[in-house]
């Protein structure tokens, strides 16, 4: 009654370039949503005001930072949150010049103000916790798995537990 042993993740047999392929896909899409973030809050931004208050501005800033945050703990690295940030700003401040005509997408109002802004320290929040979860990460992977690889021999894994 031996126990059987399960094939390897579909990671640990991809080919180096496929696993090149897919990363680069990943941050292309993630690029792609901060683009599209951008140009929906740059024309959707003074939907929502109550008040005075820029809630829909503010709900885009927050969405950003969210973002940013995330794709930087799901991807692992710090550029994982960069990604979408830059493609927020391209967006965001690109439609935020003026054109040859003189009109703008982003007005100078409090809403398109507290968008501008609040958005770009979103942004940086997003990015700034990316970095506070990756450098833990990174941190705990060099004391508990002592930095080996999971296929080499001398480090943990599957060709470790194998002996």
């Not at 940030?85 to 507290?114: C, D, K, Y």
Request: hydrophobic content about 50%; aromatic content about 10%; glycine content about 18%.
């Amino acid at each position: 009654m031996g126990i059987t042993q399960l094939p390897p993740p579909a990671a640990e047999w991809a080919s180096p370039r496929a696993q090149a392929f897919i990363t680069g896909g990943a941050y292309a899409v993630l690029f792609l949503l901060g683009l599209v973030e951008g140009v929906l809050g740059s024309f959707q931004y003074s939907r929502a005001v109550f008040g005075g208050v820029p809630l829909a501005a503010i709900g885009f800033a927050l969405a950003i930072g969210i973002t940013c945050g995330l794709a930087g703990w799901a991807m692992g690295t710090i550029v994982g949150a960069l990604v979408p940030a830059i493609g927020w700003f391209l967006a965001s401040f690109g439609l935020a010049m003026p054109v040859a005509g003189g009109s703008v997408i982003i007005a100078n109002t409090t809403a398109g103000e507290w968008y501008l802004y609040a958005g770009a320290v979103c942004a940086l929040l997003g990015v700034g916790s990316a970095l506070a979860t990756t450098g833990r990460s990174a941190a705990r992977f060099r004391t508990v798995g002592g930095g080996g690889s999971r296929t080499s021999p001398s480090g943990p894994g599957p060709a470790h537990d194998r002996g």
